[in-house]
Structure formats: C-alpha cells, structure tokens
Nanobody, 120 residues
Framework: VRLVESGGGLVQAGGSLTLSCAASEITFSLNHMGWYRQAPGKQRELVATITRGGGTTNYADSVKGRFTISRDDAKKMMYLQMNSLKPEDTAVYYC??????????????WGQGTQVTVSS
C-alpha cells in the first residue's frame, strides 16, 4: 500500500484547507479509512473516519462540526475539508485505514503526511 497526502499549508485562524489522500491500494474501496494527525510532542490521534462506501462518518469531538471527511473510491482518493481552523489544529496530517467502529486500525505503512499550520 502507498499513501500520499497533500493539500496542507499555512492558514490563519478561521480559514479553510482541503486535504487529499491518494492511495495505491487496489482494495481501497473495501477499507474503512481515516485521517490522523500528530502535533509536535504529542501522540498521533485519529480525527475522522469514513466507512467503505462512505455511508458512515465519525469525528473526534475536537473537530466535529468543522471538518468533513469524504472519499471517491473510483479515484482511490480521500479528502478532509477543514473549516474554521484553530491554532490547535496545527499538526502533520496522515491518511490510513480505520476500523468500522471509527477507531484506529492503520496499516503499518504511513505516508509522509502533510503539514497544516494555523496561525493565530
């Protein structure tokens, strides 16, 4: 499996970004997926998940109502629309597999991630 994240950048608080994840996994459509993030000095955390087919999404309380996860299985792509960004959203964002119940269940491979920096 190969995962390539993109779309990060520097944005002011209150701004928006859309992250993209390109997957090479041929069974991408069969997997539940998620967006994870890791801030400096902190453990990696799962912020949003989407089931295969896109029928169910789950969000961490810290991003609920501001972030929207989506996927396009035909293109093997996943997205994270981030609105009303806060300085505490600053982190490196990664895509990876998740569980049906919305918990962490990543493949051992991690992409390089994409840096999101929110200035106050």
């Amino acid at each position: 499996v190969r995962l390539v994240e993109s779309g990060g950048g520097l944005v002011q608080a209150g701004g928006s970004l859309t992250l993209s994840c390109a997957a090479s996994e041929i069974t991408f459509s069969l997997n539940h997926m998620g967006w994870y993030r890791q801030a400096p000095g902190k453990q990696r955390e799962l912020v949003a998940t989407i089931t295969r087919g896109g029928g169910t999404t789950n969000y961490a309380d810290s991003v609920k109502g501001r972030f929207t996860i989506s996927r396009d299985d035909a293109k093997k792509m996943m997205y994270l629309q981030m609105n009303s960004l806060k300085p505490e959203d600053t982190a490196v964002y990664y895509c990876n597999r998740a569980s049906y119940s919305g918990t962490s269940f990543p493949w051992s491979y991690w992409g390089q991630g994409t840096q999101v920096t929110v200035s106050s």
